[in-house]
C-alpha cells in the first residue's frame, strides 16, 4: 500500500529557528505539491514539482520559504527564519501526470508546526 | 485561471438526511474533477474523481457527484448521511495554468457536522 509520507509529524521551534520538513513521494509519481492548512486561510498550495523542476511556487513567501527536490524520492520545504504566522499544517501530496492531466492526488499526513 | 467556488462553508445535518454541497468551478477546456475529504486531525483522502464518461460519478462510502458542463458544476451528494462523514470536503478542478502546465486548484472546503 504505497503512501506519501512527511518528516517530523510534529514540530515545535522558535522563531527564528530554520525548519525543514521531508516529504517521500510515492514512487512513479511525477508530481509533488505543498500545502499549507490553517484555520483562517484553508488550504493554500504553497509549491508544486513535475519530474522535479519547480513548476509554480508563487504560493510561497519567497523571502524566507524555500522548496527543493534533491532527488526523485525527497521533496523538501524550508522555512528560514520561521515566524509565529508560519504555525499550521504542511502537507505534501503526490501524483502522476499523464495525457489527459493530473490523476488524483495522494496526500501524507502532514507536519504540525508551531512558532512560538 | 481556474477557480473553485464552494458556497457552503459549513454545513450542519441529522443522521439520516441528505447531502448535497454545491461546488462551481471556473475554466474554459477540459477538466478533470475531484472531491476530497478531511476527517478530523487527518489528512485529505480521494472520495471520487471524474475524467470523462458518465457524469454521474460514484465514489467511496456512498458518495456520487454530477458533472454538469452547462452549469461548470460538480456537485457532491449522499442520499443519508452518517454521524461518520463529519468531516471538511473539498472540490478540486484540474485544467492548464497560464504557464501551460497541468494544475490543481482547490476549494475553500465544506465543513459538514452530522448529528446523531
Known amino acids: 500500500d504505497a503512501r506519501v509520507t512527511q518528516t517530523p509529524r510534529h514540530k515545535v521551534t522558535e522563531m527564528g529557528q530554520e525548519v525543514t520538513m521531508r516529504c517521500q513521494p510515492i514512487l512513479g509519481h511525477n508530481t509533488v505539491f505543498w500545502y499549507r492548512q490553517t484555520m483562517m486561510q484553508g488550504l493554500e498550495l504553497l509549491a508544486y514539482f513535475r519530474n522535479r523542476a519547480p513548476l509554480d511556487d508563487s504560493g510561497m513567501p519567497k523571502d524566507r520559504f524555500s522548496a527543493e527536490m534533491p532527488d526523485a524520492t525527497l521533496a523538501t520545504l524550508k522555512i528560514q527564519p520561521s515566524e509565529p504566522r508560519d504555525s499550521a499544517v504542511y502537507f505534501c501530496?503526490?501524483?502522476?501526470?499523464?495525457?489527459?492531466?493530473?490523476?488524483?492526488?495522494?496526500f501524507g499526513p502532514g507536519t504540525r508546526l508551531t512558532v512560538t | 485561471a481556474q477557480s473553485v467556488s464552494q458556497h457552503n462553508h459549513h454545513v450542519i445535518l441529522s443522521e439520516a438526511a441528505s447531502l448535497e454541497l454545491g461546488c462551481n468551478y471556473s475554466?474554459?477546456?477540459?477538466?478533470?474533477l475531484f472531491w476530497y475529504v478531511q476527517y478530523p486531525g487527518q489528512h485529505l483522502q480521494l472520495l471520487l474523481k471524474?475524467?470523462?464518461?458518465?457524469?454521474l460519478v460514484k465514489g467511496i462510502k456512498g458518495f456520487e457527484a454530477e458533472f454538469i458542463k452547462s452549469k461548470f458544476s460538480f456537485n457532491l451528494r449522499k442520499p443519508s448521511v452518517q454521524w461518520s462523514d463529519t468531516a471538511e470536503y473539498f472540490c478540486a478542478v484540474n485544467g492548464v495554468d497560464s504557464g501551460g502546465y497541468q494544475k490543481v486548484t482547490f476549494g475553500t472546503g465544506t465543513k459538514l457536522q452530522v448529528i446523531p
Open positions: 475554466y474554459g477546456g477540459t477538466v478533470n
Open positions: 471524474y475524467f470523462s464518461g458518465d457524469p
Open positions: 501530496a503526490s501524483g502522476l501526470v499523464r495525457d489527459r492531466g493530473i490523476h488524483e492526488q495522494y
